[in-house]
Protein backbone atom coordinates (compact mmCIF):
# COMPACT_ATOMS: atom_id res chain seq x y z
CA UNK A 1 0.00 0.00 0.00
CA UNK A 2 0.77 3.68 -0.30
CA UNK A 3 3.51 4.95 2.51
CA UNK A 4 5.74 8.00 3.28
CA UNK A 5 9.05 8.02 5.07
CA UNK A 6 10.35 10.86 6.90
CA UNK A 7 13.80 11.54 8.58
CA UNK A 8 13.57 10.88 12.00
CA UNK A 9 14.01 14.02 14.41
CA UNK A 10 14.65 15.89 16.60
CA UNK A 11 16.29 18.25 13.98
CA UNK A 12 17.76 20.77 16.06
CA UNK A 13 19.32 23.94 14.38
CA UNK A 14 20.49 27.71 14.91
CA UNK A 15 18.90 30.57 13.96
CA UNK A 16 19.75 31.52 10.00
CA UNK A 17 20.69 27.73 9.27
CA UNK A 18 19.56 25.83 6.37
CA UNK A 19 17.27 23.41 6.89
CA UNK A 20 16.66 20.23 4.92
CA UNK A 21 13.76 17.49 5.94
CA UNK A 22 13.92 14.17 3.74
CA UNK A 23 10.77 12.65 2.76
CA UNK A 24 10.39 9.29 0.22
CA UNK A 25 7.15 8.02 -0.49
CA UNK A 26 5.73 4.57 -2.10
CA UNK A 27 1.93 4.46 -3.82
CA UNK A 28 0.59 3.61 -7.26
CA UNK A 29 0.10 5.98 -9.92
CA UNK A 30 1.26 10.06 -9.61
CA UNK A 31 -0.24 11.12 -5.93
CA UNK A 32 -0.50 14.80 -5.13
CA UNK A 33 1.99 15.45 -2.20
CA UNK A 34 2.14 17.90 0.44
CA UNK A 35 3.22 19.30 3.76
CA UNK A 36 1.67 20.28 6.42
CA UNK A 37 2.80 21.76 9.86
CA UNK A 38 1.76 21.74 13.54
CA UNK A 39 3.05 23.87 16.14
CA UNK A 40 2.79 22.80 19.80
CA UNK A 41 -0.94 22.72 20.92
CA UNK A 42 -2.36 23.24 17.68
CA UNK A 43 -3.87 21.51 14.70
CA UNK A 44 -1.87 20.58 10.94
CA UNK A 45 -1.73 23.97 8.56
CA UNK A 46 -0.82 23.36 5.06
CA UNK A 47 2.51 24.37 3.93
CA UNK A 48 2.91 23.57 0.52
CA UNK A 49 1.81 20.88 -2.59
CA UNK A 50 2.79 19.68 -5.58
CA UNK A 51 0.41 17.83 -7.82
CA UNK A 52 2.45 16.48 -10.55
CA UNK A 53 6.24 15.80 -11.21
CA UNK A 54 8.73 18.31 -11.52
CA UNK A 55 6.11 20.50 -9.53
CA UNK A 56 7.80 22.81 -7.02
CA UNK A 57 5.72 23.93 -4.29
CA UNK A 58 6.79 27.38 -2.24
CA UNK A 59 5.23 28.82 1.33
CA UNK A 60 7.27 31.38 3.70
CA UNK A 61 10.48 30.18 2.45
CA UNK A 62 10.21 26.62 2.33
CA UNK A 63 10.43 24.72 -1.05
CA UNK A 64 9.90 21.26 -1.70
CA UNK A 65 10.26 19.77 -5.83
CA UNK A 66 8.12 16.36 -6.56
CA UNK A 67 10.82 14.42 -7.61
CA UNK A 68 9.41 11.11 -9.52
CA UNK A 69 12.70 9.71 -10.52
CA UNK A 70 13.74 9.50 -6.81
CA UNK A 71 9.78 9.51 -5.61
CA UNK A 72 10.57 12.09 -2.82
CA UNK A 73 9.94 15.44 -1.84
CA UNK A 74 12.12 17.08 0.32
CA UNK A 75 11.25 20.66 2.24
CA UNK A 76 13.88 22.19 2.41
CA UNK A 77 14.18 26.86 3.51
CA UNK A 78 17.81 28.36 3.28
CA UNK A 79 17.63 30.19 6.56
CA UNK A 80 15.30 29.51 9.77
CA UNK A 81 14.01 31.18 12.75
CA UNK A 82 12.94 30.38 15.53
CA UNK A 83 9.45 30.52 15.13
CA UNK A 84 9.85 27.94 12.49
CA UNK A 85 10.05 25.12 15.26
CA UNK A 86 7.40 22.75 14.62
CA UNK A 87 6.89 19.67 13.48
CA UNK A 88 6.46 18.91 9.83
CA UNK A 89 4.64 16.00 8.26
CA UNK A 90 5.22 14.73 4.40
CA UNK A 91 1.98 13.13 2.97
CA UNK A 92 0.08 12.21 -0.14
CA UNK A 93 -3.54 11.72 -1.29
CA UNK A 94 -5.21 8.70 -1.63
CA UNK A 95 -8.56 7.59 -2.38
CA UNK A 96 -11.47 9.60 -1.35
CA UNK A 97 -9.33 12.56 -0.49
CA UNK A 98 -7.64 10.74 2.33
CA UNK A 99 -4.39 11.43 3.43
CA UNK A 100 -1.15 9.21 4.47
CA UNK A 101 1.12 11.12 6.13
CA UNK A 102 4.70 10.45 7.46
CA UNK A 103 5.79 9.88 11.20
CA UNK A 104 6.32 13.64 11.20
CA UNK A 105 9.55 15.25 11.99
CA UNK A 106 10.16 17.67 14.75
CA UNK A 107 12.44 21.02 14.17
CA UNK A 108 13.40 22.77 16.82
CA UNK A 109 15.50 26.08 16.27
CA UNK A 110 17.95 28.03 18.50
CA UNK A 111 18.85 31.61 18.81
CA UNK B 1 -14.02 31.44 2.37
CA UNK B 2 -14.14 27.90 4.23
CA UNK B 3 -13.81 27.80 8.04
CA UNK B 4 -13.56 24.59 9.94
CA UNK B 5 -14.55 24.47 13.99
CA UNK B 6 -14.13 21.69 16.66
CA UNK B 7 -15.05 21.90 20.25
CA UNK B 8 -14.54 21.78 23.08
CA UNK B 9 -10.60 22.39 22.93
CA UNK B 10 -9.73 20.45 25.77
CA UNK B 11 -11.82 17.81 27.74
CA UNK B 12 -10.91 15.48 30.88
CA UNK B 13 -13.21 12.70 31.05
CA UNK B 14 -13.61 9.41 33.00
CA UNK B 15 -12.95 6.37 32.40
CA UNK B 16 -16.46 4.96 31.34
CA UNK B 17 -17.73 8.29 30.62
CA UNK B 18 -19.18 9.27 27.35
CA UNK B 19 -17.55 11.26 24.83
CA UNK B 20 -19.28 13.59 22.26
CA UNK B 21 -16.82 15.90 20.22
CA UNK B 22 -17.90 18.24 17.40
CA UNK B 23 -16.77 19.92 14.09
CA UNK B 24 -18.07 22.05 11.68
CA UNK B 25 -17.08 23.04 8.39
CA UNK B 26 -18.45 26.52 6.82
CA UNK B 27 -18.21 27.88 3.22
CA UNK B 28 -18.58 25.07 1.52
CA UNK B 29 -21.02 21.67 0.66
CA UNK B 30 -20.66 18.61 0.38
CA UNK B 31 -17.09 18.27 2.16
CA UNK B 32 -15.06 15.31 2.88
CA UNK B 33 -14.57 14.59 6.33
CA UNK B 34 -12.00 13.53 8.48
CA UNK B 35 -11.33 12.68 12.71
CA UNK B 36 -7.64 11.55 13.40
CA UNK B 37 -6.40 10.98 16.23
CA UNK B 38 -2.41 11.59 17.11
CA UNK B 39 -1.34 10.09 20.18
CA UNK B 40 2.01 12.12 22.75
CA UNK B 41 4.79 12.42 20.52
CA UNK B 42 3.17 10.31 17.41
CA UNK B 43 1.84 10.74 14.24
CA UNK B 44 -1.40 10.98 12.96
CA UNK B 45 -3.75 7.66 12.85
CA UNK B 46 -7.05 8.51 10.54
CA UNK B 47 -10.58 7.31 12.42
CA UNK B 48 -12.66 7.78 10.52
CA UNK B 49 -13.75 9.53 6.76
CA UNK B 50 -17.38 10.31 5.47
CA UNK B 51 -18.31 11.20 2.13
CA UNK B 52 -21.60 12.33 2.74
CA UNK B 53 -24.20 11.98 5.09
CA UNK B 54 -24.89 9.13 6.70
CA UNK B 55 -21.73 7.91 4.75
CA UNK B 56 -19.58 6.95 7.32
CA UNK B 57 -16.00 4.76 6.74
CA UNK B 58 -14.20 3.29 9.85
CA UNK B 59 -10.30 3.26 8.77
CA UNK B 60 -9.56 0.84 12.24
CA UNK B 61 -11.64 -1.01 14.71
CA UNK B 62 -11.88 0.94 18.14
CA UNK B 63 -14.14 1.83 20.88
CA UNK B 64 -15.42 4.76 18.87
CA UNK B 65 -17.44 5.81 16.20
CA UNK B 66 -18.64 8.57 13.99
CA UNK B 67 -21.57 10.11 12.16
CA UNK B 68 -22.80 12.64 10.09
CA UNK B 69 -26.21 14.08 10.47
CA UNK B 70 -26.04 17.00 8.67
CA UNK B 71 -23.75 17.88 5.68
CA UNK B 72 -21.20 19.72 7.30
CA UNK B 73 -21.17 18.31 10.80
CA UNK B 74 -19.27 15.12 12.01
CA UNK B 75 -19.36 13.93 15.60
CA UNK B 76 -17.23 11.45 17.29
CA UNK B 77 -18.68 9.59 19.91
CA UNK B 78 -17.55 6.78 22.37
CA UNK B 79 -20.83 5.24 25.19
CA UNK B 80 -17.67 4.40 27.20
CA UNK B 81 -14.03 5.75 27.19
CA UNK B 82 -10.94 3.98 28.05
CA UNK B 83 -7.72 5.40 29.22
CA UNK B 84 -6.38 4.80 25.90
CA UNK B 85 -8.67 6.97 23.89
CA UNK B 86 -6.30 9.90 25.47
CA UNK B 87 -4.96 11.72 22.37
CA UNK B 88 -4.99 14.91 20.42
CA UNK B 89 -8.26 14.89 18.19
CA UNK B 90 -8.14 16.15 14.90
CA UNK B 91 -10.78 16.83 12.41
CA UNK B 92 -10.17 17.63 8.63
CA UNK B 93 -12.22 18.58 5.80
CA UNK B 94 -11.31 18.64 1.73
CA UNK B 95 -13.43 19.13 -1.22
CA UNK B 96 -16.17 16.42 -2.09
CA UNK B 97 -15.92 14.72 -5.51
CA UNK B 98 -12.36 16.57 -6.59
CA UNK B 99 -8.99 14.55 -6.32
CA UNK B 100 -5.58 15.68 -4.96
CA UNK B 101 -7.05 18.26 -2.90
CA UNK B 102 -5.41 19.08 0.43
CA UNK B 103 -7.33 18.26 3.75
CA UNK B 104 -7.65 21.51 6.16
CA UNK B 105 -8.19 20.69 9.75
CA UNK B 106 -9.31 22.13 12.53
CA UNK B 107 -7.23 22.97 16.11
CA UNK B 108 -8.28 20.31 17.67
CA UNK B 109 -9.08 18.52 21.08
CA UNK B 110 -7.16 17.35 23.35
CA UNK B 111 -8.82 14.50 25.33
CA UNK B 112 -7.29 13.30 28.96
CA UNK B 113 -9.01 10.30 30.21
CA UNK B 114 -8.72 9.81 34.44
Known amino acids: GDSVTQMEGPVTLSEEAFLTINCTYT??????LFWYVQYPGEGLQLLLK?????DKGSNKGFEATYRKETTSFHLEKGSVQVSDSAVYFCALNRSWGKLQFGAGTQVVVTP | SQTIHQWPATLVQPVGSPLSLECTVE??????LYWYRQAAGRGLQLLFYSVGIGQISSEVPQNLSASRPQDRQFILSSKKLLLSDSGFYLCAWSPGGVSNQPQHFGDGTRLSIL
Open chain 1, 50 to 54: ATKAD
Open chain 2, 27 to 32: GTSNPN
Open chain 1, 27 to 32: ATGYPS
